[in-house]
């Protein structure tokens, strides 16, 4: 069974300057996502995407091997269950 991850219906973003903020309207949390993350958050954002689809994104536009952008997701992934869902 492969996972899929999308963005949890909760959160809500903005774009501020360079930056990217996310409102938790479940705990009133802000978060601010650094450049890397920001794309991840917009990849997934409206439509599900497996581990692999990241990863493949991530290093086409990052000069990244995939074994090291599949390390970085899964940790981004791991650390942010309040923004990402998985199915």
């Known amino acids: 069974m492969t996972l899929k991850f999308t963005v949890q219906k909760e959160i809500f973003d903005i774009d501020l300057e360079d930056k990217k903020i996310l409102l938790d309207s479940n705990s009133g ?3 601010e996502l650094n450049s890397t993350a920001a794309k991840i958050f917009e990849f997934v954002k409206n439509d599900e995407k ?3 689809q990241i990863t493949n ?3 086409e536009n990052y000069d990244i091997s995939s074994e090291e952008a ?3 997701i899964d940790s981004l992934l791991k650390k942010s269950p309040n923004i990402f869902s998985c199915s």
């Open 70 to 72: 599949s390390k970085e």
């Open 50 to 52: 497996t581990t692999e």
């Open 57 to 59: 994104f991530i290093c």
């Open 29 to 31: 949390r802000y978060i």
